[in-house]
């Protein structure tokens, strides 16, 4: 069967930015800057992305590339007879799964959000009780969020039974367009504020007080840890859209594309939230609370805040949305590579498992409430510790010695198909950085997530 490819470069980029573009970007990096002292974690951050996202975001795409096919076949592709580097193909599937049972629930919060806002659920005035209870009554109402996940799994899987061009690339490319222009106007809403500048000040200028105050080993380790998992390596969420690249441009090029959309969402968020948060003397350093608590409140508060809430919950909703096609995109093309299943038999079968799969983060607050698993953590925590804590950096690193060690692929080769095309081109000069220096960073995060 004819490999399925990108109509256009274009659809390659936003795709897989897409993937990268979720949760991570415009929820957990405002309020881990936040927490760390607004422009200087930023700073690290960029500097971390450059030196670790982008490398083993190429090797993930490398693989794919030169495989063409999902992990498990791409890795039997690559390997030298009797070698096993291609079991990690099977635990990038699960992975791609546990992040599912997971994200699905989140991006129904989001889009449960955006029709609450846009149905003026949220009314002018309403104190800071009545808005948090909002988010309480949510949680505790698994009818509610049970519908809103299966929304999700459904419009994912239909997006994506229509094949890669049809489905995937199309939707995307004019969800992503969307996501940024409203990404632009919200930014511009947000510095029109009084009292903006403030928040910007805090989110652009890097202030070492502000590190020394919460510790820089804290800081440089928060910000390491964002700019790894913000590109969702690791569990073959990339590797399959390398799978569907042609040879026409080199693979540091596109990821440095990648990651420049990926950086550009997540600054934004910033410069959406710490502006308005600052303009109500409201902390920014509210944590995972901040979207669904601290901002619907000063929402309220604003004049045409029902039209900016709405507004926002329609990003954030196109933000996790992008991430949850991409990544049944993964699914679809694991089952039909490895199983001979067709687009559509692979749609209806992952449909309903991840659906299932997904049922015990709903319950998780609610009916299943009481029961704590890893570390006392409750279901979705769990879940989330598994993804990434354990298999984001433990598969970024077996993509890596994959890559880069003679026992694997090996450099040579790796180099040969990174710089195959047009573009930014890696220089062999960097091997000692890749096979000695890369390694030891990732072994640092994994061993701090565990």
């Not at 200028?205 to 502000?210: G, T, V």
């Not at 298999?391 to 060690?405: D, E, T």
């Not at 000695?436 to 995060?445: C, M």
Request: one cysteine or more; charged letters at 10%; a positive charge.
């Amino acid at each position: 069967m004819k490999r399925e490819s990108f109509q256009s470069r274009l659809g390659f980029i936003l795709v897989s930015a897409g993937c990268a573009i979720g949760i991570g970007n415009v929820w957990r990096f405002p309020y881990v800057a936040g927490q760390n002292g607004g422009g200087i974690f930023v700073l690290f951050y960029l500097v971390f992305l450059l030196c670790m996202g982008v490398p083993v975001l190429t090797m993930e795409l490398a693989v794919g590339r030169a495989g063409r096919s999902s992990a498990v076949k791409s890795y039997k592709a690559l390997e030298k007879t009797g070698q096993k580097w291609h079991i990690h193909g099977w635990f990038c599937l699960i992975g791609c799964y546990l992040l599912m049972m997971y994200y699905t629930t989140v991006s129904g919060w989001m889009l449960s959000y955006f029709v609450k806002f846009a149905t003026g659920h949220f009314s002018k005035g309403m104190d800071a009780d009545a808005v948090g209870s909002v988010f309480g009554n949510l949680l505790a109402a698994p009818g509610e969020m049970g519908f809103w996940m299966a929304v999700t799994v459904l419009a994912g899987f239909l997006v994506n039974s229509f094949g890669l061009q049809k489905g995937l690339e199309r939707i995307t490319k004019v969800m992503m367009s969307a996501l940024l222009c409203l990404i632009v106007v919200l930014a511009v809403h947000s510095f029109m504020l009084e009292g903006a500048g403030e928040g910007i000040r805090f989110y652009l200028f890097p202030d070492i007080s502000k590190a020394v105050d919460t510790g820089i080993g804290n800081v440089i380790t928060a910000a390491m840890n964002q700019a790894f998992f913000t590109l969702s390596l690791g569990i073959g969420a990339m590797e399959i859209f390398g799978s569907y690249m042609p040879k026409g441009n080199t693979l540091a090029g596109e990821a440095v594309r990648i990651s420049i959309l990926d950086t550009f969402v997540a600054m934004m968020a910033g410069l959406i939230i710490f502006p308005a948060c600052f303009s109500y003397g409201v902390q920014p350093d509210a944590g995972p609370s901040l979207i669904f608590v601290t901002l619907p409140n000063v929402f309220v508060n604003m004049a045409g805040g029902r039209i900016w809430g709405t507004l926002f919950f329609l990003f954030m909703t196109f933000a996790s949305f992008s991430t949850v096609i991409a990544v049944f995109e993964n699914l679809l093309a694991n089952c039909m590579d490895n199983f001979g299943w067709s687009r559509k038999k692979a749609s209806v079968l992952n449909c309903v498992a991840v659906f299932i799969a997904s049922i015990p983060c709903v319950l998780g607050y609610n009916v299943w409430s009481n029961l704590h698993l890893i570390g006392g953590r409750d279901v979705l925590d769990s879940e989330d510790f598994l993804v990434s804590n354990l298999l984001l950096p433990l598969g970024s690193l077996i993509f890596l010695l994959f890559c880069v060690s003679r026992w694997g692929w090996g450099f040579d080769r790796y180099l040969e198909e990174a710089n195959t095309g047009n573009g930014l081109k890696i220089s062999r000069k960097l091997k000692w950085y890749f096979q000695f220096v890369l390694p030891v960073l990732i072994v640092i995060i994994l061993i701090q997530g565990l």
